[in-house]
């Protein structure tokens, strides 16, 4: 689906194009002083503290960057807007782009420093990005460590017209159905925000069931268990019935793991499920009506026609989100970005319509 100078196909054809997974870059500390209390600038002054790190792409890592793309040099945020306005926006053709900063805040133990920097870059990210490029929406960042904090947060900016979702890392001190997290899915629903579960985290436990990987490649690998195991607390645990309005989206986890999963949690449902009466329906339904995927990075088998046979075994062309994960590095070519081959109506709804439906934009 790509013309003779190597542009995708549908920028050609001027298709509108929503991109939901764009990575702004960290701020430095320092950068956002200017809004944070005094009694917290003076606290990292003295005692150090650089800011949180959950050290999710790491700069060595061939995937974090794309080659060409200049590293953020930590200058005036306006030079970071420009590289992600020349290689993303323009790039693409986007009409709408969803900002998803993973600066994770979940990885400081001081819950109430915690909050004070989710707020100040939310406050930097309305300032230095949304103010200034109208294309661009954004996720709030908050302290999913502590919920009533987080929901305070969201009350706070849940009706500015810049952010569609919450961000939470798909790592997280316990599975995300877990109720202690029913405050932020009530602030959610409350401003009609959606949930964006990311790629990464630092909770301070194993990222997988069986403890500490000794490689990056592990770790990188395995994170799609983490996503289906978030998949699965959320049915399971019933949040979907306690919040109908619930959306969530699972952002840079990849896809094609999602029909055995559906697959396998139905057939398990049914014999089991006397053991959770409040899930009321096969747990593929309450997938497909609340979840959405973004497209990137595509684990894609070796044909475009294998592809094709997955994407249609989701059983849905509401599920897929387009994402290019800007500036990390999944495809080389406009045809490893977007699949080929798929019918109009299905690649429009997943270039835009299904993330407009879903982000209310």
């Known amino acids: 689906m790509s013309t003779e100078d190597g542009k995708p196909g549908f920028i050609q054809a001027g298709w509108p194009v929503i991109d939901c997974d764009l990575h702004n870059p960290l701020p430095p500390l320092d950068m956002l002083y200017p809004y944070l209390p005094d009694y917290w600038v003076d606290h990292c002054r003295d005692s150090g503290f650089y800011g949180p790190d959950a050290n999710d792409y790491p700069r060595g890592a061939p995937t974090s960057t794309r080659p060409g793309i200049k590293e953020p040099t930590g200058d005036r945020p306006a030079s970071d807007l420009a590289l992600l306005r020349e290689h993303a926006l323009d790039a693409w053709g986007v009409e709408r782009g969803i900002l998803t900063c993973a600066y994770r805040v979940q990885s400081v133990h001081n819950e109430d420093l915690a909050a004070a920097l989710a707020s100040a870059v939310n406050d930097w ?11 661009l929406k954004a996720s709030l960042i908050v302290p999913s460590q502590n919920p009533e904090l987080a929901a305070r947060e969201i009350d706070r900016l ?18 995300y159905g877990n109720r202690r997290y029913h405050p932020i899915y009530a602030a959610a629903c409350r401003h009609d925000l959606a949930i964006g579960i990311h790629y990464g985290g630092a909770p301070g436990l194993p990222p997988t069931s069986v403890g500490w990987p000794s490689t990056y490649l592990e770790e990188y690998v395995g994170m799609s268990q983490v996503f289906q195991a978030q998949v699965l607390s959320l049915v399971s645990e019933g949040a979907f019935d306690q919040f109908p309005d619930l959306r969530v989206a699972l952002i840079e986890g990849g896809f094609t793991w999602m029909p055995s999963l559906m697959w396998r949690f139905d057939k398990e449902w049914r014999g089991l499920r ?48 387009f994402s290019t994960d800007y500036p990390h590095w999944h495809f080389d070519s406009a045809e490893e970005a977007f699949p080929s081959k798929l019918p109009k109506t299905l690649a429009r709804r997943i270039l835009s319509e299904n993330a407009k439906e879903f982000y209310r934009l």
């Open 125 to 135: 990210q309305i300032e230095h990005w949304l103010d200034p490029e109208p294309r």
């Open 158 to 175: 849940g009706d500015h017209p810049g952010f569609v979702q919450i961000m939470l890392p798909v790592r997280s001190q316990a599975p």
């Open 274 to 321: 006397r053991l959770t009466p409040w899930v009321k329906r096969l747990p593929s339904e309450y997938i497909r009506q609340h979840i959405r995927l973004t497209l990137q990075p595509i684990d894609a088998p070796p044909t475009a026609e294998q592809l094709l046979q997955i994407i249609g075994q989701l059983d849905s062309d509401d599920l897929l989100m």
